[in-house]
């Protein structure tokens, strides 16, 4: 367990003290250089008395029990319902992020719930959820919390899962997802000049992240692009994505291409047109990504799953609710026998689309 300095102030382990006295922190690849009593980009992270320190350790923007389909994972516990929280700040500067009350937030007044790890996992089993997200803002930030909340789940039998932009450096990274059971990532563009530009990050991070995921760890991966007209949609661009994603990461891995609405530092960018969403999909299909979806629409067709073996209906989705299911038992298609991947119940969950908030 963390050890915490004061109510809401932990201590933590990657950072280490410069020549020149400031303190770096090492759990992202921004590597803040902080002076005593600096926070990094992050704002949850702070140099004082000469080691970094998380400062918003058991506080939370809020808790919600959430579809899991909304994290997006549609191939993780179908049907089932999440308990979700997160915090407050972000290691990256997206500007069209559609959460930005949140993860831009430099208020922690932005954090008015408060629960400790063991809470949290007493009430996501007594609320019947089968696992916890780690989400709203990204999880890497506020890893001790997220950890610590993670090993509480593991002890009732609660999975874990975060939803998180994968930019994370090595040693935290090994160490943070030896407690997670799922994760969907952002992966935001396949370009580095959109990384450097819309979002203060770099591609290259993100990718070394994906691999690990998939090649290292047992850790169910979903992704998620968001596709912003005029920056990251061009038919080029998908293709060399997609194309990276087979060949580095499987065809069995999910992406979900969901749309955009305007917002924070982006507001004079148009919605994104249904057809750039489909059109996305039909070039991941085509490259060889067997589950490819649209999200933030409704399209029962473009949002279900398929069998790769015979091309039937195997989930049938529309939003966040379950129609069809016709995987047996043990998550192979009924139609031919061909496996389906994922983790799934022997039966669908029936949670629906509906949010419902918790209270501490």
């Given at each position: 367990?963390?050890?915490?300095?004061?109510?809401?102030?932990?201590?933590?382990?990657?950072?280490?003290?410069?020549?020149?006295?400031?303190?770096?922190?090492?759990?992202?690849?921004?590597?803040?250089?902080?002076?005593?009593?600096?926070?990094?980009?992050?704002?949850?992270?702070?140099?004082l008395?000469?080691?970094?320190?998380?400062?918003?350790?058991?506080?939370?923007?809020?808790?919600?029990?959430?579809?899991?389909?909304?994290?997006?994972l549609?191939?993780?516990?179908?049907?089932?319902?999440i308990?979700?929280?997160?915090?407050a700040?972000?290691?990256?500067?997206?500007?069209?992020?559609?959460n930005?009350?949140?993860?831009?937030?430099?208020?922690?007044?932005?954090?008015?719930?408060r629960?400790e790890?063991?809470?949290?996992?007493?009430?996501?089993?007594?609320?019947?959820?089968s696992?916890?997200?780690?989400?709203?803002?990204?999880?890497?930030?506020?890893?001790?919390?997220?950890?610590?909340?993670?090993?509480?789940?593991?002890?009732?039998?609660?999975?874990?899962?975060?939803?998180?932009?994968?930019?994370?450096?090595?040693?935290?990274?090994a160490?943070?997802?030896?407690?997670?059971?799922?994760?969907?990532?952002?992966?935001?563009?396949?370009?580095?000049?959109?990384?450097?530009?819309?979002?203060?990050?770099?591609l290259?991070?993100?990718?070394?992240?994906?691999?690990?995921?998939?090649?290292?760890t047992?850790?169910?991966?979903?992704?998620t692009?968001?596709?912003?007209?005029?920056?990251?949609?061009?038919?080029?661009?998908?293709?060399?994505?997609t194309?990276w994603v087979?060949?580095?990461?499987?065809?069995?891995?999910?992406?979900h291409?969901?749309?955009?609405?305007?917002?924070?530092?982006?507001?004079?960018?148009?919605?994104?047109?249904?057809?750039?969403?489909?059109?996305?999909?039909?070039?991941?299909?085509?490259?060889?990504?067997?589950y490819?979806?649209?999200?933030?629409?409704?399209?029962k067709?473009a949002?279900?799953?398929?069998?790769?073996?015979?091309?039937k209906?195997?989930?049938?989705?529309?939003?966040?609710?379950?129609?069809?299911?016709?995987?047996d038992?043990?998550?192979?298609?009924?139609?031919?026998?061909?496996?389906?991947?994922?983790?799934?119940?022997?039966l669908?969950?029936?949670?629906?689309?509906?949010?419902?908030?918790?209270?501490?």
């Amino acid at each position: 367990m963390t050890t915490l300095l004061s109510a809401d102030t932990a201590a933590t382990r990657y950072w280490h003290v410069l020549a020149d006295g400031k303190v770096q922190c090492d759990l992202c690849p921004r590597f803040c250089k902080l002076h005593e009593g600096q926070r990094g980009l992050c704002f949850v992270r702070q140099n004082l008395h000469g080691q970094i320190v998380m400062t918003s350790y058991g506080r939370s923007s809020g808790f919600a029990i959430d579809p899991i389909e909304k994290k997006p994972l549609n191939h993780f516990l179908p049907g089932t319902p999440i308990f979700s929280f997160g915090t407050a700040g972000c290691n990256l500067a997206c500007k069209f992020c559609q959460n930005w009350d949140i993860s831009k937030s430099r208020e922690m007044d932005t954090l008015m719930s408060r629960a400790e790890p063991e809470a949290i996992a007493r009430a996501a089993l007594e609320h019947g959820c089968s696992s916890v997200a780690y989400t709203y803002n990204d999880p890497v930030i506020f890893h001790e919390y997220a950890i610590d909340t993670a090993q509480a789940c593991r002890e009732l039998g609660l999975k874990s899962v975060a939803v998180t932009a994968g930019y994370v450096c090595a040693e935290p990274r090994a160490e943070f997802y030896r407690y997670m059971d799922a994760a969907n990532v952002d992966l935001k563009a396949f370009s580095e000049d959109f990384y450097h530009k819309i979002t203060g990050g770099h591609l290259q991070a993100v990718l070394e992240t994906l691999q690990y995921l998939k090649h290292e760890t047992p850790v169910w991966l979903e992704l998620t692009t968001l596709l912003i007209p005029g920056t990251n949609d061009s038919e080029a661009e998908l293709e060399a994505m997609t194309q990276w994603v087979v060949e580095h990461l499987g065809p069995d891995v999910p992406m979900h291409f969901t749309a955009f609405h305007p917002d924070w530092k982006m507001t004079d960018t148009p919605h994104t047109p249904r057809s750039t969403l489909l059109l996305a999909r039909s070039i991941a299909l085509k490259n060889g990504v067997r589950y490819a979806y649209v999200g933030n629409v409704h399209d029962k067709s473009a949002e279900s799953t398929y069998c790769h073996g015979c091309g039937k209906i195997l989930i049938g989705r529309d939003w966040y609710e379950l129609s069809d299911w016709n995987l047996d038992a043990a998550g192979n298609c009924r139609f031919c026998g061909c496996s389906c991947a994922g983790v799934f119940n022997p039966l669908p969950g029936d949670w629906g689309a509906k949010r419902q908030a918790v209270k501490f």
